[in-house]
């Protein structure tokens, strides 16, 4: 068999953060996952700068999470300051995520990207070809062919093709290929624009020294030119200006125009300037994020302004969530009717981040002077409601009819605490494993029927339990699990390989019921665990 007449598991188109974690994940489970990349190595300059507490435990979930670490800086508060430096908002980051990691972090993102490169480098099932552009592809009954051609930067920094080509295919093609993403274009999958667009400038820098300011990570939100400034890990600094009408953004990443902007902070003894550049800050959000067997994730699916941190962060939950769809249906447990779940999940979860990033957004983008003194004096009288809660999943893959306090859980992030099993203590998706997880206050093995037993083994579901003795029973560590059991109302939850809770049972509520209603939803046949 020649390398075109292979058939990959995935064909994957991009190799950003987002492509990294979703071929990392898909290669954990153990599947051939074939990633063209147009850039000839790493992207090595930053781009996206923060990401919270469950991207952090995905990150955990595929071994990278302690190289992580090394450069991470924790944030505990994102600020929002008028021109007088008054206080218009504060987003507190200081307490600790459900995740099992503190709420937020800022980050560098080469050496995040390096970080999740030799994740994926250790997965012999995942082959990464960089230097490829997809050119074309065609859809048939039981796989995706893909045109890619051989590509490089001239000298003038524009990405030529050669003649060389080349022909994969792969059961399914995904497109994590950005903002232009051919695999959505060339799909015919619309883009609906959703309105903010604005031009700001990008600078970055390498700290010479340890510095401090007296704010350090926010908004200032000055009409005369809106600016943020905030860490990219314990080494580098980024300040953002917005480009006013009229201005010439190209004249303003002029080496000498940089540091004007940025002198009330910096001097060239303190920082070595490494990228200016312009972004569109734009909203948009996929139409349709499948078209038979090719999916999108991250911004070939969606974009947002950059005001709430959230991006990457959201193309990272769209990587996780299709990923182990992808693994039911490759290891034929489920049908290809499971992947319409990732749009019906995702779509409407990240729009309501894109509608808190825009509206932050324009909080910040104000430049008339009475406009802004209006949103000064609102905010400071308090008449401004705080953010929304961050959202949760409502439709997809979830437990059909919640009663009680259950309904209350069902689509929100499920916990991770210390726990203890058989000598050893740690997270609970290091001790136990991630993926499907069945917790529960009190053991429920004496309580499940053979069907539930398949179908636990089945879906290999890590079953842990708080109780005094038994197999699967896992030591409180922290005293996390008592509490969230006894404020949540629930003897049970049954969470999914995304740490999205599927279903809860409070008590005198079956939890064979519960199971039973996963296994229909993900149309599981009786006999597949013999297979």
């Known amino acids: 068999m020649t390398s075109e007449d292979k058939i990959h598991d995935v064909v994957q188109i991009g190799y950003g953060p987002v492509g990294q974690t979703h071929a990392a994940l898909l290669g954990k489970m153990g599947h051939d996952v074939a990633v063209f990349e147009r850039h000839a190595g790493l992207y090595a300059l930053p781009r996206a700068g923060h990401v919270d507490h469950e991207i952090m435990r995905i990150f955990q979930s ?133 309105g903010f667009r604005e031009q700001w400038l990008v600078t970055d820098f390498r700290q010479k020294r340890p510095l401090s300011f007296e704010f350090d990570n926010g908004q200032i939100c000055d009409p005369a030119r ?55 800050f734009r909203s948009a959000n996929a139409l349709q994020w499948r078209s038979g067997r090719v999916m999108l994730i991250g911004d070939a699916a969606h974009l947002m302004p950059p005001f709430l941190g959230q991006g990457m962060c959201s193309g990272i939950r769209d990587a996780a969530g299709l990923s182990w769809k992808l693994d039911l249906v490759l290891r034929e447990l489920a049908d290809g009717h499971l ?85 050893r203590t740690g997270l609970a998706d290091d001790v136990m494993g991630s993926g499907w997880q069945l917790l529960s206050a009190a053991s429920l093995v004496d309580e499940l029927n053979a069907s539930s037993h398949d179908t636990l083994a089945l879906l290999s579901v890590s079953v842990g339990d708080f109780g005094d003795a038994g197999d699967h029973s896992l030591e409180d560590a922290a005293g996390s699990y008592g509490r969230f059991f006894a404020e949540a109302g629930v003897r049970a939850i049954l969470v999914r390989p995304d740490f999205y809770v599927f279903g809860a049972i409070g008590p005198g509520e079956d939890a064979n019921d519960l199971i039973a209603d996963l296994a229909k939803q993900l149309r599981l046949q009786p006999g597949m665990l013999k297979k």
């Open 62 to 194: 595929i071994g990278c999470v302690e190289a992580i670490q090394k450069d991470i800086f924790r944030c505990s508060t994102y600020g929002w300051r008028n021109a007088a430096g008054e206080t218009l908002l504060d987003i507190d980051w200081s307490q600790d995520g459900i995740s099992g990691w503190a709420s937020d972090y800022l980050f560098y993102q080469p050496y995040l990207e390096d970080a999740l490169d030799v994740a994926v480098s250790r997965l012999p099932s995942v082959e990464v070809h960089h230097g490829w552009e997809a050119i074309g592809f065609d859809q048939h009954a039981d796989h995706v062919e893909v045109t890619l051609a051989r590509g490089a930067l001239d000298d003038k920094g524009v990405f030529q093709l050669s003649d060389e080509r080349r022909r994969v295919r792969g059961r399914y093609l995904v497109g994590a290929d950005g903002a232009n993403s051919f695999v959505r274009n060339s799909a015919g999958m619309a883009f609906e624009d959703l």
């Open 226 to 280: 809106p600016l943020c400034l905030f860490q990219l890990g314990k080494s580098h600094r980024r300040f953002e200006f917005m480009i006013l009408p009229g201005e010439d953004g190209q004249e303003l990443t002029q080496t000498d125009r940089v540091w004007s902007l940025v002198k009330p902070w910096l001097k060239p003894e303190d920082a070595e300037l490494i990228r200016s550049t312009v972004y569109t």
């Open 339 to 423: 992947l319409d779940s990732h749009m019906l999940e995702r779509r409407p979860h990240v729009g309501s981040i894109i509608e808190q990033a825009v509206a932050l957004g324009k909080v910040s983008c104000t430049i008339d002077l009475e406009e802004a003194s209006v949103r000064d004096q609102a905010f400071l009288s308090g008449a401004v409601p705080p953010p929304p809660p961050f959202p949760w999943l409502v439709e997809g893959i979830l437990q059909s009819s919640p009663s009680g306090a259950a309904a209350g859980l069902v689509g929100r992030l499920g916990p991770q605490a210390l726990v203890g099993w058989d000598g």
